[in-house]
């Protein structure tokens, strides 16, 4: 249960960092008015950061419902 907690914290911590440290990508009419490729897709950092925090997302939703699980049980 120590381990499992440890994960946690580190995937919480590191989540943190991910969403406080990206760049926004909208920002203002300013933004859309220069913006030349309105129907272009994200270049591959930023789908795989996409993708990374999505996976980071649902790890930390399950390793909190297993430790919540732990706690009630035992």
Same mark, same amino acid.
């Given at each position: 249960?120590?381990?499992?907690? *440890?994960?946690? #914290?580190?995937?919480?911590?590191? #989540?943190? +960092?991910?969403?406080?440290?990206? =760049?926004?990508? %909208?920002?203002?009419?300013?933004?859309? $008015?220069? @913006? +030349?490729? *309105?129907?272009?897709?994200? %270049? +591959?950092?930023?789908?795989?950061?996409? %993708?990374?925090?999505?996976?980071? !997302? !649902?790890?930390?939703? *399950?390793? $909190? =419902? @297993?430790? %919540?699980?732990?706690? !009630?049980?035992?």
């Amino acid at each position: 249960m120590l381990f499992l907690k *440890l994960i946690w #914290l580190l995937v919480s911590i590191f #989540l943190i +960092s991910i969403i406080y440290l990206r =760049v926004p990508r %909208n920002q203002g009419l300013t933004s859309f $008015a220069t @913006k +030349s490729d *309105l129907l272009g897709s994200p %270049n +591959s950092t930023e789908k795989f950061l996409n %993708n990374f925090t999505l996976i980071l !997302i !649902i790890s930390y939703y *399950l390793i $909190a =419902v @297993k430790l %919540n699980q732990m706690s !009630i049980i035992g």
